[in-house]
């Protein structure tokens, strides 16, 4: 059992509706009449070994968590069979998969299977405990995995899974930004995803020479993720700041309206993530897979997922195909 437990702190693979309290706050603009919140750390995403023969570049590691609390990782993930994401448990949080390249076949214990591929989402909410595998399809598999906290009155839900396909996603382009709208708003146009925690999840590409501002709730933490970035290309907060590069976590500070940035690469796109959300406020003790608020909790989880009971009651019996 803590064998399953200890491999299952990578991948963890949903989608109710919510609209967000207040949308004009999430709007975007192109225009240059903006504050941005300033960039408090830059974090380059360096590459390690995960699940069963995986690869991920883990963006968010428990040093973020405070500063981008509902957050509490982010990988960017490489796999090719026959290495993968084997059965493992989680509890007490949910999961945003974005496959960026090939396809995931998703298992768990409750019935549900389905393979997502690239530019399709799943987003899953493991709530009182959830066993899954998460294995990838032929050739190269590439992708985001987002791990969102659960408030202490919705740790012990019910687990929840849906998947999104590419082309239900919301898309909208203007003045060289194109954007992908997973979660929130941006251009005028609305996901269809309820987040239990309110989050935003954009997916940005940047034309050499473009810009875009995107409006955040104040009181959210944010933060992007750089997918890919040419020579001088990613600038962000202000357009005197030197550029960051690929797979870099840049995490942005308090205040002011939003989030500005700029590709100044002459010939290359600039593709990045921006994730926001509303911080929930609570301890967080974390056991690998587990996530609860404190020590007593993490404790009784091991004990239900070792016995099998309160919401592990398949966990001796269920084996993915």
Known sequence: MRAAINRANSLGGLFSFRF?????????????????????????????????????????????????????????????????????????????????????????????????????????????????????????????????????????????YQELSHSDIPKAEQNGVEVKVIAGESMGIQSPVYTRTPTMFLDFTLQPGAQIHQNVPESWNAFAYILESGEGGGVFSSSNSSPIPAHSVVVFGPGNDGVSVWNKSSSKQLRFVLIAGEPIGEPVVQYGPFVMNTQAEIDMTIEDYHYGKNGFEMAKYWRSQ
């Not at 998969?97 to 530019?119: C, R």
């Not at 990838?136 to 012990?156: A, D, F, R």
Request: net charge neutral; glycine share 10%; hydrophobic share 35%.
């Open 20 to 160: 967000i309290r207040n949308i004009k706050s999430m709007s975007s603009s192109t225009s240059q009449d903006f504050v941005s919140r300033p960039v408090i750390k830059k974090v380059f995403a360096k590459l390690q070994k995960e699940g069963d023969g995986a690869v991920v570049r883990r963006g968010i590691s428990r040093s973020e968590q405070k500063l981008l609390d509902p957050f509490l990782m982010l990988d960017e993930f490489s796999v090719s069979p026959p290495a993968g994401f084997p059965d493992h448990p989680h509890r007490g949080f949910e999961t945003v998969t974005y496959v960026l390249e090939g396809g995931i076949t998703h298992q768990d214990f409750k019935g549900h299977k389905g393979t997502i591929y690239a530019g399709d989402v799943q987003w899953m909410t493991a709530g009182r405990g959830i066993i899954h595998s998460e294995m990838p399809e032929e050739e190269v598999n590439k992708g985001l995995q987002l791990w969102i906290n659960l408030s202490s009155n919705e740790k012990m839900i019910e687990p929840n």
